[in-house]
């Protein structure tokens, strides 16, 4: 999670919300809710299984805090929930994408008829077809690489603390996430011009197939609208600075962070202000 985000004591406000302080609770949310929806959006492919799964999270650590004994810190609790949660949640309506279909579809989709760069509406469809298409190769990995690779390379953990949220040796873990690296930068590498300016693929060039195909939409940015996004001296270091491997992370990190949807922060704002606050002392 993010920890510029996070309270300095965070177990100190984890026991009063367990204790029935609603200022703390809010806390917590605001904390965590943000990471956790990005999580359960990179992990399900949509915005509306992300929301559902990101809610179900959320009640489950409000409801759980007193359960929270410190043998870890609360971040990597909040996480073990979280990926315990989405391992179990009936797979999204996008995870039926491969890195063989995605491939086919990019190839067949490329145009070399420039869109014009003065027109604000084909520079978002370019932005948001990028944001899915990175989308697209992090739910082309098994779920188990899936959660391994974005643990590790989107948000950030070391490898102690991944392999402790994932429950398996620190070893273990960095096997599986150089397997995952070993799927992502194949594609990427022969591929994306994001990646390699001497690839072949650009957004740019994808965007009219997209929405003639019906999986672009010029009313429906759902990826834009709910991120935040990189400085532009970022990017430029990451073009122009990281090495090979962490440009393939820096590629398929996209923004920062997704923002959890109003609607999910407010919905959980307003459990805590309703008379089922006695759940946090369960």
Known sequence: MSHDAIPLDLTAVARAAASGDR???????DAFQHDVYGLALRMLGHPTDA????QEILVIVLTHLGSF?????LRTWVW???VNHLSRVRKGRRETITFEALDERLRTGLSTEALDPADPESEALAGELRLRCTEAM????DRDLRVTYLLGDVFGLSGEEAAEVLGMEPATYRKRLSRARVRLHGFLRQWCGVFASTNPCRCAGQVQAMVARGLLSRGDLYLSEQQ???SKARLHRATDEVTELMRVAEVLRGPASYLAPQALVVGLRQLLDSQRLELLRD
């Open 23 to 29: 200022a703390a609770a809010r806390s917590i949310l």
């Open 51 to 54: 929301e559902d799964a990101a």
């Open 228 to 230: 935040t996004r990189p």
């Open 69 to 73: 004994r410190g043998e870890s810190s």
């Open 138 to 141: 992090i739910l082309s990995l």
């Open 80 to 82: 073990r929930i979280a």
